[in-house]
C-alpha cells in the first residue's frame, strides 16, 4: 500500500476525549479517497496529522514506505512531501496567480520553475489569468489557483480540506467535476475531507465515512 496509516490517536490539549481512536486506513497509489463527516468527527483533523500540522498521541502515519510519523519519529510538514490545499484557499492576495503557484517550486531551477508552471496552469486550465490577483477572479479559480499551487511541486499525496465549501450551489455541481477530472489526470494520490455524500460519490474511488465517536465504516468503488 502506498498510504499506511496504522492505529492513528489524538486528542486536544484541551480535551480529555481522543478526536481519533485506533484509526486505520490503507490507500493504493492514484487512489482517490473521501473522508466524509459532519463537523467534530475528526476528518480535518485527520488531514493535518497527515500533512504533519498536528502530532499524534499514538499510531503510525507511512506515504511511500516512509515513515512519516510514529512512536519514533516526526517529520515537519516541510519534510513531508504532501500538498494541502486549505478550506479558504490560503492565496497570497499580493501575489498574483503565477507567483502564488511559484511559491511551492523554490527548490526548482528558474527553467524548471517555468516548465512547471506551464504544466499546471494547463491542468487547471487558467493559462490567461497568469497575471491576475486573487481577487481578480472567481471562487471557482481561486479554487483552481490553490489546486495548481499544491500540485506544482509533484507531492507523494494531495490533500483537500472541505474543497467546495466556499461554492455556492449552482457552481458546486460544475467544479466538483472539473476537479475530479483535474485530479485524476495529475494521478497523484489524494485524500479529501467533505461533510457532503455527494462529493464523496462523484470523486472518491473509496468513501471513509467518521462519526463523532471516531467509528468507521466504508465504501468502496471503481472508476
Given amino acids: 500500500m502506498y498510504v499506511q496509516i496504522r492505529n492513528l490517536t489524538f486528542n486536544y490539549k484541551n480535551s480529555e476525549e481522543a478526536i481519533l481512536k485506533d484509526f486505520n486506513l490503507s490507500i493504493t497509489k492514484g487512489e482517490i479517497i473521501s473522508i466524509l463527516g459532519q463537523s467534530g468527527s475528526g476528518k480535518s483533523t485527520l488531514l493535518r496529522l497527515i500533512a504533519g500540522l498536528e502530532k499524534p498521541n499514538k499510531g503510525s502515519i507511512i506515504i511511500d514506505k516512509k515513515i512519516m510519523a ?3 519519529t516526526f517529520l515537519f510538514p516541510e519534510e513531508r512531501g504532501v500538498g494541502m490545499v486549505f478550506q479558504d484557499y490560503a492565496l497570497f492576495p499580493h501575489f498574483n496567480v503565477e507567483k502564488n503557484i511559484k511559491y511551492g517550486l523554490h527548490a ?3 527553467k524548471e520553475q517555468s516548465k512547471r508552471l506551464k504544466e499546471v496552469l494547463e491542468l487547471v486550465n487558467l493559462t490567461e489569468f497568469a497575471k491576475r490577483y486573487p481577487h481578480e477572479l472567481s471562487g471557482g ?3 483552481r489557483v ?7 511541486p509533484k507531492p507523494s499525496v494531495l490533500l483537500l480540506d472541505e474543497p467546495f465549501s466556499n461554492l455556492d450551489a449552482g457552481l458546486k ?10 485530479i485524476r489526470q495529475s494521478g497523484i494520490t489524494s485524500i479529501f475531507v467533505t461533510h457532503d455524500l455527494e462529493d464523496s460519490e462523484t470523486i472518491a474511488d473509496k468513501v471513509v465515512s467518521l462519526d463523532i465517536s ?10
Fill in 70 to 72: 510514529d512512536q519514533n
Fill in 214 to 223: 471516531s467509528s468507521i465504516s466504508m465504501k468502496t468503488g471503481t472508476r
Fill in 146 to 152: 490553490a489546486l495548481a499551487r499544491a500540485l506544482a
Fill in 141 to 143: 479559480q481561486q479554487q
Fill in 173 to 182: 455541481t460544475k467544479i466538483r467535476g472539473e476537479l475530479g477530472k483535474i
Fill in 108 to 110: 526548482f531551477s528558474n
